[in-house]
């Protein structure tokens, strides 16, 4: 057991050292403000608070975790190690900089409490925050922080158990539109049929009709293709359906649609399906509760796992209304137009509410990299490289890798091929 002396104990010293202790290290912990306590204590252990006890191994304690709300951060950017560090400390202190502090800042999304410009869906810039502006977000650097810290932890306590890099990739197949022809109004074909004419995408419109009249799969049908290649390769998968009413950015066919309901139904049968809570929701928290009920009645049995379309998320409502349906675990954290770590880590962490200073039953899966971001580098040799680079950090720190496709990802059309060809070779690769 690991024993850590703090002069204050309260939520956000117990959130961060948990999660830190209990994703990094095999070792239980224990945290104390009693000084009789830690002295007495032969096992490993170190303190955190403001000044040093004795010889211990010490972490000054930077002020972050021993407030209460949101306030504007001093955020300064050094390196150590080549690494980009904040929350300094004076040189008394076993490391340079307070990295349970850093830590929480990342984890917490403290950044986004704060006022700061959005795009024009209202969502965050990833230029805005402090991983974009410093040219680090596109490295796990919690994640860094921890490989960096056991190491000089395990010098004075060689009994640490750190936990070995282990290959840990996911993917999740987003389903905003579950058929590109098939199963739409006919009022909705031949308006589209028409901005097919008039743009003189003649072939498009040729293949439309082939769908409809049956001579030919619908090109979004790739579902039984998607479970067999990660059957196949072992690796694990989610199925997240829009199940809403239709508006200007959910474009999904009726949810009354026979062939629609069958689809989720069968596929459900096969891998975790559960919802993509629709873009309109984020702003009308009822219509949420509307599509989780009408999408669990559909599979039987309760919706664990959702992902918010478009990532368009408030903070921290939209986690709270999350938890508060009885969701577990949350895919929507990601940078919109950045393929990197929004919350510095690939790992699942809890959602801690700095509203209400307590942590969340809701589990935080981040995003590294989604389709959208993949395909605006317009090459999928230039896209399998940043695969890639994940997962040399995959294989360095451990940091797991999960990805968000589309269905379009799978599409046999011709100039779908290289596409498809790049992602099914990446996940052979990981199978290897």
């Known amino acids: 057991m690991i024993l850590i002396y703090t002069h204050q104990l309260n939520a956000r010293i117990r959130y961060v050292f948990t999660h830190f202790f209990e994703t990094y290290t095999n070792n239980p912990i224990q945290i104390t403000n009693v000084l009789e306590t830690f002295i007495a204590h032969n096992g490993p252990k170190f303190s955190y608070t403001n000044q040093k006890l004795g010889n211990e191994f010490f972490v000054q304690a930077n002020s972050l975790l021993f407030e209460q709300g949101v306030r504007e951060q001093d955020v300064k950017i050094s390196r150590w190690q080549t690494t980009p560090v904040f929350f300094p400390c004076d040189e008394g202190s076993s490391i340079p900089y307070d990295i349970f502090a850093a830590t929480f800042y990342m984890l917490s999304r403290y950044e986004e409490h704060i006022p700061h410009l959005k795009d024009d869906m209202n969502r965050y810039y990833t230029s805005e925050s402090l991983a974009g502006k410093h040219k680090f977000a596109n490295k796990p650097i919690v994640d860094m922080w921890a490989r960096q810290f056991l190491d000089c932890f395990i010098e004075v306590s060689p009994e640490i158990l750190s936990k070995p890099p282990i290959r840990r990739l996911q993917?999740?197949?987003?389903?905003?539109?579950?058929?590109?022809?098939?199963?739409?109004?006919?009022?909705?074909?031949?308006?589209?049929?028409?901005?097919d004419f008039f743009n003189l995408r003649f072939v498009k419109l040729f293949e439309r009709f082939a769908v409809r009249l049956s001579f030919r799969p619908d090109p979004f049908d790739i579902y039984n293709a998607w479970i067999d290649l990660h059957q196949k390769h072992n690796i694990p998968t989610k199925v997240m359906f829009m199940f809403a009413r239709p508006s200007a950015n959910d474009r999904n066919i009726s949810i009354f649609k026979h062939r629609f309901l069958e689809k989720i139904k069968d596929v459900a049968d096969y891998v975790p399906t559960s919802l993509l809570a629709s873009y309109q929701s984020t702003d009308q928290p009822q219509l949420l509760q509307i599509e989780v009920n009408r999408l669990s009645e559909i599979i039987h049995h309760p919706l664990k796992d959702i992902r918010q379309h478009l990532m368009r998320l408030r903070f921290p409502t939209t986690y709270d209304h999350f938890a508060k349906l009885g969701f577990v675990n949350d895919y929507s954290l990601q940078f919109v137009d950045y393929l990197g770590y929004r919350a510095g880590t690939g790992f699942p962490f809890q959602f801690y509410n700095l509203s209400k200073e307590q942590r969340s039953n809701l589990f935080i899966h981040p995003v590294v990299a989604h389709e959208a971001i993949l395909r605006a580098k317009r090459s999928p040799r230039k896209a399998r490289r940043l695969l890639e680079q994940c997962k040399t950090l995959n294989n360095e720190y451990g940091t797991p890798l999960t990805i968000v496709l589309t269905n379009t990802i799978m599409d046999e059309r011709i100039k779908n091929k290289a596409w498809k060809r790049m992602f099914t070779e990446f996940l052979e690769s990981y199978d290897q």
């Open 171 to 195: 993917t999740i197949l987003e389903v905003p539109e579950a058929y590109a022809y098939k199963s739409k109004s006919m009022l909705r074909t031949l308006v589209e049929s028409g901005f």
